[in-house]
Each structure stands twice: as C-alpha cells, then as structure tokens.
C-alpha cells in the first residue's frame, strides 16, 4: 500500500498557474506508475494525466494537452502536476493515485489504480 499527499491547491484567475505536488510514501516509488485525475463540482472524477515509473512516458486528457505537463522525482518520491493557462473548467478537486499494477502502464480509468491521495481544490476564476 502507498499513502499519498497532495499539495499545492489553490484559488487562481483564468490564465494563471498552479503546481500540484504529490508525495508518495510506503513502497518503492519508481516502481509504479502515477495518475492524476479530477473531479469537478457535481460531475464524476475525470482522468487528467499519468506519468511511467521513470516518467519517460506520459499520457493527457485531451482537455489538458499542451496545458498541463506531468512530472516525477523518483529521488523525492514525488509526482508534479504543472498546470498552465487554466481555464475555469479546470475548476476540480485535484487526486494523485497509485497504480501498483506490475503490468500497468499509463491506465486512464480510475478503477485502475490502487490509492488514492486525499484530494486538493483547484478554484479557476474568470
């Protein structure tokens, strides 16, 4: 199991960025592959990223391509989320999850993964 914490939220104006970080603790981290994924005011939790165990590869919802760039630490334990020109349809509660998945490789469903951070708001005002 891994215990994740996430940080870095925040209320911010349309165009502006934001850093999310997470750190990971509990197992090896550069032996599984992370995710972002968010959850928006009344709608369902959304893939928004996934990052390689070496972070050599990654994948984007279309929504966030060329905005957002993930990233990773694997001496720090940590998984970064760099959010550029947000937008208010960015507005979420950010999570950060573990998929502990030998075989596993950039999932994009969040049944995927195993744990999960507790979550941090984004707030994008227009």
């Known amino acids: 199991q891994v215990q994740l914490v996430e940080s870095g939220g925040g209320s911010v104006q349309a165009g502006d960025s934001l850093r999310l970080s997470c750190t990971a603790s509990?197992?090896?981290?550069?032996?599984?592959?992370m995710g972002w994924f968010r959850q928006p005011p009344g709608k369902e939790r959304e893939f928004v990223t996934a990052?390689?165990?070496?972070?050599?590869?990654?994948s984007y919802a279309d929504s966030v391509k060329g905005r957002f760039t993930i990233s990773r630490d694997n001496a720090k334990n940590t998984v970064y989320l760099q959010m550029n020109s947000l937008k208010p349809e960015d507005t979420a509660v950010y999570y950060c999850?573990?998929?502990?998945?030998?075989?596993?490789?950039?999932?994009?469903?969040?049944?995927?993964?195993?744990?999960w951070g507790q979550g941090t708001q984004v707030t994008v005002s227009s």
């Open positions: 990052i390689s165990r070496g972070g050599g590869r990654t």
């Open positions: 509990g197992r090896t981290f550069s032996s599984y592959c």
């Open positions: 999850a573990a998929d502990l998945n030998v075989n596993a490789f950039l999932h994009v469903r969040s049944f995927e993964y195993d744990d």
